[in-house]
């Protein structure tokens, strides 16, 4: 089960890292700067207007069964019990590049939906407004391994 075959013509390019691709896998104007949390990082920010219930686009990355060794666990997701999304790679999915407003003032405003065994889709839970950063609940296993 290798990665996503993706031609990074078709996505919009939002920034570059450590000279490697983070690809807009969404039909949406959303870019990659500073996060609007002190020491988050980077955050992932919405140039457009976007419906509450929007689908985004899917959290992309190599579908990995458990056992398998990984560098960093932050960009995985599982999809069922011994099987789990890892998009740490690059080129990274802008997806992946959403952080948590866990302990901060922010609202969360978008989810994890699963779809079918290989598939995870980010959606909006509010209305999204240009300049908007998204923020997405993580794990309690994410949040557990941090402290």
């Not at 099987?83 to 302990?103: E, K, S, T, Y």
């Not at 950063?133 to 794990?139: A, K, M, N, V």
Request: hydrophobic letters at 35%.
């Amino acid at each position: 089960m290798g990665r996503p075959h993706h031609k990074a013509e078709n996505y919009r390019r939002s920034k570059i890292v450590s000279d490697e691709l983070i690809y807009n896998n969404t039909h949406f104007e959303l870019v990659v700067r500073p996060s609007s949390i002190c020491e988050a990082g980077d955050g992932v920010f919405s140039l457009e207007s976007i419906p509450t219930g929007t689908v985004l686009g899917s959290y992309e990355g190599q579908i990995k069964k458990s056992g398998v060794k990984i560098k960093n666990q932050s960009y995985c997701l599982v999809l069922k019990k011994d099987v789990f999304i890892d998009a740490f790679a690059f080129p990274r999915c802008i997806l992946a590049m959403i952080n948590d407003a866990h302990g901060s003032n922010f609202e969360l405003n978008c989810c994890f939906q699963k779809v079918n065994k290989t598939t995870i889709v980010v959606t909006t839970t509010t209305e999204i407004h240009p300049g908007d950063e998204l923020f997405i609940p993580y794990s309690d296993c994410f949040w557990k391994r941090k402290k």
